[in-house]
C-alpha cells in the first residue's frame, strides 16, 4: 500500500455559521465511505468550528483547523494554540498557506515554530509550500520552495514528523483558475520528495505530498495521476459541496486503482 491520499477543503475566511453548517451538512450528505488509504477533510473558520463538527458527526472527515498559534499559551492576543483547538475537537491545521506568508506577513520563522508546535501536540499538519509567479518566471521555483520546506522543518525532529503532510501550493494557481500543468507539479513533488528523504531519512518516503491550487472536478483526474501527487488541498471548489465531492470521488477512484 502506497503513501495516504487526502483531499481536504480549505474554506478560508468564507461563510458564516449557518452557511457553513450547510456546506459541512451536503459534505456529510454526499461522501461515500472513503476507501483505505484516503482521507478526507474540511478546515471552515474557526467561530464556525462547532456547528461544523457537529453537522459532520458520524462523517469520516478530519477535522481541520486553517491556522494555530506558534505556542502552546501565554500573552499571545488573539492567538489560538493546539490544545485549544484540540478541545473543539480540532485535528489537524493547515501551517504557512501562502495567504498567511505573502498578505499577513508570516516569516519562515513562525511557519517553522507553528509547525512544530501543532505536531508536539499530536495534530495532523499541513504545511504548506510554493513560489510566486516571479520566482517560477525566474526559473528559481525549485530552490525556493525547498528553502521554504527546509526552514519549516529546521527545529523538529524526524520522529516527530508521523503527522506531517505537505502541500505544494504555486502562488500563481491560488485562486487564480491557473493550476500547474501535470509535469510540473510531478517535477516539484519529486524535489520535495527527495529533500524529504535527505532531512527525515524513512520518514520522509512516507509523507503525503499534497497539490493544490486551482484543483477543480475537472483537472482533478489528471493532477491525480501525477507522480508523486498524493491528493490535494482544495480552496475556492471546497466552498461548493458537490465540486468538493467530486473530486473526493476522482482520488477515491484514483486510490482504489492504485492503492
Ligand atoms: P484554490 O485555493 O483551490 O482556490 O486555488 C487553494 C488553497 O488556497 O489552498
Request: proline share 5%; aromatic share 6%.
Amino acid at each position: 500500500m502506497g503513501r495516504t491520499r487526502w483531499v481536504v477543503g480549505n474554506w478560508k475566511q468564507w461563510g458564516l455559521r449557518p452557511a457553513a453548517h450547510a456546506l459541512a451538512s451536503k459534505v456529510a450528505a454526499g461522501l461515500e465511505a472513503p476507501p483505505a488509504g484516503l482521507r478526507v477533510g474540511v478546515a471552515p473558520p474557526y467561530l464556525a468550528l462547532d456547528t461544523v463538527h457537529a453537522a459532520l458527526a458520524g462523517a469520516k472527515v478530519v477535522r481541520f483547523a486553517q491556522d494555530a498559534a506558534a505556542q502552546e499559551e501565554g500573552a499571545f492576543t488573539g492567538e489560538v494554540g493546539p490544545a485549544m483547538l484540540a478541545e473543539a475537537g480540532v485535528e489537524g491545521v493547515i501551517v504557512g498557506h501562502s495567504e498567511r506568508r505573502h498578505l499577513l506577513g508570516e516569516s519562515d520563522a513562525l511557519v517553522a515554530a507553528k509547525l512544530g508546535c501543532a505536531l508536539r501536540a499530536g495534530m495532523w499538519a499541513i504545511l504548506c509550500v510554493g513560489e510566486p509567479l516571479k520566482v517560477r518566471t525566474a526559473g528559481r521555483h525549485e530552490a525556493y520552495v525547498l528553502a521554504q520546506l527546509e526552514a519549516a522543518l529546521a527545529h523538529v525532529a524526524p520522529s516527530e514528523t508521523g503527522r506531517l503532510v505537505v502541500a505544494y501550493e504555486p502562488v500563481w494557481a491560488i485562486g487564480t483558475g491557473r493550476t500547474a500543468r501535470p509535469e510540473d507539479a510531478a517535477a516539484m513533488h519529486a524535489a520535495i520528495r527527495a529533500r524529504l528523504v535527505d532531512l527525515l531519512g524513512g520518514e520522509g518516503g512516507d509523507r503525503s505530498i499534497l497539490y493544490g491550487g486551482s484543483v477543480k472536478p475537472d483537472n482533478a483526474g489528471i493532477l491525480a495521476a501525477a507522480p508523486d501527487v498524493d491528493g490535494f488541498l482544495v480552496g475556492g471548489a471546497s466552498k461548493d459541496a458537490d465540486a468538493f465531492l467530486s473530486i473526493v470521488r476522482t482520488v477515491a477512484h484514483h486510490t482504489k486503482a492504485h492503492p
